[in-house]
T-cell receptor
Framework: DGGITQSPKYLFRKEGQNVTLSCEQN?????MYWYRQDPGQGLRLIYY???????QKGDIAEGYSVSREKKESFPLTVTSAQKNPTAFYLC???????????FGPGTRLTVL | AQSVAQPEDQVNVAEGNPLTVKCTYS??????LFWYVQYPNRGLQFLLK??????LVKGSYGFEAEFNKSQTSFHLKKPSALVSDSALYFC?????????FGQGTELSVKP
């Protein structure tokens, strides 16, 4: 997990609220990623970013938004449009897009 | 599209015995393959990768993986399992600028 921090570790949200998950890295990596993990479904890519001020949708981007204003930071907002947001969210980074990804410790989001 | 499959949801081995966690892949072109491990409520940790070269890839914590092009497999192996190896293991393949992950295999090592 070294070099990539995610906060908070646990997050509780009421239905209809937007929440923002933080991801910071000090590895000087160009690329950053957000994944969602549900039991028995592996990891699914939400968004990824190759460089500052640029990002692309992954396989399940609906109901999520991101920004990449700084190289070190890639926050994920889970909006009220996301119908089933309860999951474990993982952030990762890599030197470049096709390289080995290194993961943060994750944020567990629960919708009450 | 690239894909990987992990045919076993769970693998059980006794401590000290060899372990194998299976992964098969489907790619167009040369595969870039990865293995990661995840402990409960933690992020994924990189174990090893295959890009090109020797078919036997050595990684962290005594793990290795064998790339077999004819069988389109990339099985993870360890000669002697430890109880501390118990975790969730993911195989992944590169697909353009992203990784495609398998469903994961839960490895349980009993004393």
């Amino acid at each position: 997990d070294g070099g990539i921090t995610q906060s908070p570790k646990y997050l509780f949200r009421k239905e209809g609220q937007n929440v923002t998950l933080s991801c910071e890295q000090n590895l000087n990596h160009d690329a950053m990623y957000w994944y969602r993990q549900d039991p028995g479904q592996g990891l699914r890519l939400i968004y990824y970013s190759q460089i500052v001020n640029d990002f692309q949708k992954g396989d399940i981007a609906e109901g999520y938004s991101v920004s990449r204003e700084k190289k070190e930071s890639f926050p994920l907002t889970v909006t009220s449009a996301q119908k089933n947001p309860t999951a474990f969210y993982l952030c990762a980074s890599s030197i470049g897009l096709p390289d080995t990804q290194y993961f943060g410790p994750g944020t567990r989001l629960t919708v009450l | 599209a690239q894909s990987v499959a992990q045919p076993e949801d769970q693998v059980n081995v006794a401590e000290g015995n060899p372990l194998t966690v299976k992964c098969t892949y489907s790619v167009s072109g040369n595969p870039y393959l990865f293995w990661y491990v995840q402990y409960p409520n933690r992020g994924l940790q990189f174990l090893l990768k295959y890009i090109t070269g020797d078919n036997l890839v050595k990684g962290s914590y005594g793990f290795e993986a064998e790339f077999n092009k004819s069988q389109t497999s990339f099985h993870l192996k360890k000669p002697s399992a430890l109880v501390s190896d118990s975790a969730l293991y993911f195989c992944a393949v590169r697909d353009g600028g992203k990784l495609i992950f398998g469903q994961g295999t839960e490895l349980s090592v009993k004393p």
